[in-house]
Every structure is written in structure tokens, then in C-alpha cells.
């Protein structure tokens, strides 16, 4: 039974993490470096707080019992009583390593340290450990409060148990597990990759603008937002990154190859919402308005001999076969379950559906033929429909959910 819980980092994850378990009844410990982060996730708490009793979510006894579960730390000493440690801090593997070994030097031998790293490799971390067994991935995502789903990420150095116990626990915190294999991305930075990548690769080809490939996916595909839209809401140095790293991890295999567009972009200081313009421009309020992106009339023409504008269902199928693709690999490499995958997606970055269940719906057939006509027309390795959907072509099949 997990009691007691170490956070390690206070800023907007780490911060969102403690909140969870303490909302859940956890004695919670909050660490970080520095003192003013600790003050500052404090004051932000308060806030969070003031806002659900305001809004009737909870009372003022709730919020002060959930307020009394947190105790900010500046010695990871103070972590010593952990059952569980989450750490929460930069997107270094060195960094973290150094730690955790350091951390391992005060905890006991059955406490659990975990990672909520978004995808770096949790058996490298491991490596870190004397005692390697207890490490884990755990991947919450932002904010953590809200998002319904964690991906927990077991190493190959990882014990049953500690895999047990820690699904037991983030369940308990009422949260949706999903279960992943420990390579790049896990399930959602590797799933979705073809959201932000192929809209891309739309735009850099002079087929759409970045609003009508928003509006597409909006429209027709009920999504939220838009690729742009989330790109500038993620950060286009954020989800950049990420995109290299997943591609350089993956050997270079051209499905996750980055785009000039976007490092661009990132170059250029043109993050999104934090700075005020990205793919479109940002008032100080928030507010969202198109820029006036030069654009001569054959780059938003389709490539078709009509010459005719690309129809949204067009540019929607386009992505979502490539996003379905790629969800199917994830579950030809064993990487999740066709559940947990379909979970990961609905719940980690609230697709309209699960990628496998609509490619049931759309059909297997039909999903086959969209990205052969894709590989067709290119002849590139980035377009190679999934052993696993042609062979379920073959066979009559659809995915079990």
C-alpha cells in the first residue's frame, strides 16, 4: 500500500503529480532545488484550490485536507519515508540518473523510484540503481489533475511486483493505466507523431494552408484542435524536439523524420502561445487570429490534374490513415495492448475515438488501400502500410477491443 509519495521537481508536472496523490490521500513531499519554485507551486496550488471551491468541485474542508497532504522539501534527505518517488525534472537522461542514484543513497530497499520522463529510456534510467528492479516509468500527462491517463512503463530490469503495485496505485488515484513497452515515445508521443508530421509534410507540399488543414481535422474529424492549433499550444520547440528525438531513437527511420517547417519556427522564436505568434498569432489575452502567410495560389491548389482546391475529407484521410498506421505498428511490436493503445489516444491527448477502433469502423480494407495509394504516389519508406493491417486484410480481420 502506497502511503507515502516523493515528488521530485515542483514545477507544472511535478506540482500536478503531488496534487493527485495528495487529492488521493497521500502524505505528499514535494522537493526541488529551489526555494522559490516550492513557493511558487504553493501559491499556484492555492489558486487551483480557490478555483474548484469556487466552482463547487470541492468544499473547504477538502481543500484543506489535500492542502495538508503536501509538504514542500528542499533536501532529497526528506524523501526518506517514500513508499513511491516520482521525479518530474529536465528531459536529461544524465541528469536524472544522477538523481536517482543519488536518491537511492536515502529511501529504503522496497521503495519505488519512478520516471515520468515522456520518452526517454526507462532501462537507462534503471541503470542508474544499485537496485535497478524497483525502477519504473510512469507518464503522466499535462495537467496532471485533469488528464485522465498515465502510461507506466515497465524497464526490462523491472520486477513484477513493482509493475503490480505501481498500476495498483495510479488506479487508485483514479486514473486509466496503460500498460507500454519501454521504447521511444511509448504509445502517445510515437502514435501521434503523424498529427503533427503529416499535416506538415501537407503544408510543406503546397497542398493546404495551416487553417484549412485545422479546419479539416476540426470539421471532419471532430477533433479539438488542429495540428497547428496544438503544435502553438505544446510549443514548436517542445514538440520539435520531441520529434527529433523520437526519429533519432528510432535509427532514422523516415516515418518520424522532422520537419524545416517547424525548426524554423522554432528557430525563428515563433513557439506558439508562450511567445505570442507561432503558426498563427497570439493577443496578450490569448486570443487566436490568423497571420497573413504569403502563399501563391499552386500552394494551396490540390496536386490533382483538376488543378481543383483539395477537399478537408481529402486532407482528414490523409492523416488519419497515416495515424492509424502508425497505432497499428505500435501493436505488430507488441508495444500495448490494442486497449491500452486505443486508451492512450482518447484519454492522453483526447482523439475524437481510438485510432484501432476507427480503422474497424473505416475499415481495414479501406486502410490499406489509402496508404498503399500514399506509397505509390511518393515511393517512400515513410508511407509503408503495417505488416499487421495487411495481413488482417488478408484474413478477413478486425482489431479486438
Known amino acids: ?26 502524505s505528499v513531499k514535494l522537493y526541488d532545488t529551489k526555494t522559490e519554485a516550492l513557493e511558487k507551486a504553493k501559491a499556484d496550488l492555492e ?13 473547504s474542508e477538502e481543500k484543506k485536507r489535500i492542502q495538508n497532504n503536501i509538504k514542500y522539501v528542499s533536501s532529497l534527505k526528506e524523501l526518506k519515508d517514500s513508499d513511491l518517488t516520482i521525479e518530474a525534472i529536465v528531459e536529461n537522461l544524465e541528469v536524472k540518473k544522477n538523481v536517482f542514484s543519488t536518491l537511492e543513497k536515502f529511501v529504503s530497499d522496497d521503495c519505488i523510484i519512478a520516471s515520468n520522463t515522456s520518452s526517454l529510456s526507462i532501462a537507462s534510467i534503471a541503470s542508474s540503481l544499485e537496485k535497478p528492479e ?3 516509468g510512469i507518464h503522466f500527462f499535462n495537467p496532471a489533475p485533469l488528464m485522465k491517463l498515465v502510461e507506466v512503463i515497465p524497464a526490462i530490469q523491472t520486477s513484477e ?57 476540426k470539421e471532419i474529424g471532430n477533433f479539438r484542435m488542429g495540428p497547428f ?14 520529434t527529433e528525438t523520437v526519429f533519432e531513437a528510432f535509427y532514422y527511420d523516415p516515418r518520424y523524420k522532422p520537419s524545416f517547417t517547424q525548426k524554423r519556427f522554432s528557430e525563428a522564436g515563433y513557439l506558439g502561445r508562450k511567445s505570442g505568434k507561432g503558426y498563427y498569432d497570439y493577443s496578450e489575452e490569448g486570443k487566436m487570429s490568423i497571420r497573413a502567410v504569403p502563399l501563391s495560389e499552386a500552394e494551396v491548389q490540390s496536386r490533382t490534374n483538376s488543378g481543383e482546391k483539395i477537399s478537408d ?17 505500435a501493436l505488430f511490436w507488441n508495444i500495448a495492448s490494442a486497449e491500452d493503445i486505443d486508451n492512450a489516444m482518447t484519454k492522453g491527448v483526447n482523439y475524437p475515438k481510438g485510432l484501432l477502433a476507427w480503422a474497424n469502423e473505416k475499415g481495414i480494407d479501406w486502410c490499406v488501400k489509402k496508404i498503399d495509394e500514399l506509397y505509390n504516389e511518393y515511393h517512400e519508406d ?18 479486438e477491443l
Do not use: H
Open 382 to 399: 515513410r508511407y509503408r502500410c503495417s505488416p499487421l493491417l495487411r495481413k488482417m486484410k488478408k484474413e478477413g480481420l478486425r482489431f
Open 229 to 242: 492549433e496544438l503544435m502553438d499550444f505544446i510549443g514548436n520547440d517542445v514538440n520539435y524536439i520531441v
Open 47 to 59: 489558486k487551483i484550490m480557490d478555483r474548484l471551491v469556487e466552482k463547487g468541485k470541492i468544499d
Open 134 to 136: 524497483r525502477c519504473i
Open 1 to 26: 500500500m502506497i502511503k507515502n509519495v516523493g515528488i521530485i521537481g515542483s514545477g507544472t508536472m511535478g506540482a500536478g503529480i503531488a496534487q493527485v496523490a495528495a487529492t488521493a490521500g497521500c
Open 313 to 329: 475529407e481529402i486532407i482528414f484521410e490523409r492523416i488519419l490513415v497515416m495515424l492509424i498506421n502508425e497505432a497499428a505498428d
Open 161 to 217: 511486483e513493482i509493475l503490480k503495485i505501481s498500476v495498483e496505485t495510479i488506479k487508485n488515484w483514479g486514473k486509466t493505466v496503460a500498460v507500454a513497452k519501454d521504447t521511444p515515445g511509448f504509445i502517445v508521443n510515437r502514435v501521434a507523431r503523424p498529427f503533427y508530421g503529416e499535416a506538415l509534410r501537407i503544408y510543406e507540399e503546397g497542398i493546404a494552408s495551416f487553417e484549412e488543414i485545422d479546419s479539416a481535422m
